[in-house]
């Protein structure tokens, strides 16, 4: 019996320990997982969001060159209109007429030209930076989870190596339980 409750003694001070370890290791685990997982969801949610805007300014472009080509349209219709109006009216002063609204026509056309190519260009500039931003940020965010893929790793390498220990002190158990007997057999032939 003393033998027994001696082995219990031993088995509850070196595995009892080990195995509170190796839960509180796990529930350590679980907590970083669900950090992980709340952090991509944080992520997917901001890329989400970064496509909607991306959505609501390529929208805004559209409009805005909706509203320069109707712009241009009723620009067009009216210089129409006043051209018959005035081919009508003065017929003898047409030609100059032709001149002057076809030099504002090209002015009017030029200066839309180059407003439209500096929006252009100030969108494509925003958006590449904002290209730029999320690639960073999705940088940063791959190599933390590198990071923590590593720091797991090597905490399974650690319990890995408790497994090990544990397998050998069966071993240990095993070769004590054969010289228990051994002594219980000399015991027995000096008596």
Do not use: C
């Not at 909706?66 to 209109?81: A, F, G, K, M, Y």
């Not at 081919?87 to 100059?96: F, G, H, K, Y």
């Amino acid at each position: 019996m003393e033998i027994q409750e001696a082995i219990r003694a031993i088995f509850q001070e070196l595995i009892v320990p080990e195995l509170i370890q190796m839960k509180s290791d796990q529930t350590e685990i679980r907590v970083q997982l669900i950090g992980v997982n709340k952090r991509l969801d944080d992520v997917n949610a901001h890329l989400v969001d970064q496509s909607r805007r991306i959505d609501e300014t390529n929208n805004r472009i559209d409009a805005v060159r909706e509203q320069l080509s109707q712009r241009i349209d009723t620009v067009r219709e009216e210089l129409n209109q006043d051209i018959e109006t005035v081919r009508e009216e003065l017929n003898q002063r047409m030609d100059a007429v032709r001149g002057q609204l076809t030099q504002r026509i090209e002015a009017v056309r030029e200066e839309l030209t180059q407003r439209i190519e500096g929006v252009r260009e100030e969108l494509t500039q925003r958006m590449d930076t904002v290209r730029q931003e999320l690639t960073l940020r999705m940088d940063g965010l791959h190599t933390d989870l590198i990071h923590r893929s590593d720091r797991t790793h090597s905490r399974l390498d650690r319990i890995w190596e408790a497994i090990v220990r544990r397998e050998e002190y069966e071993e240990f158990k095993k070769r004590l339980v054969s010289l228990e007997k051994d002594v219980e057999e000399l015991k027995r032939k000096v008596a």
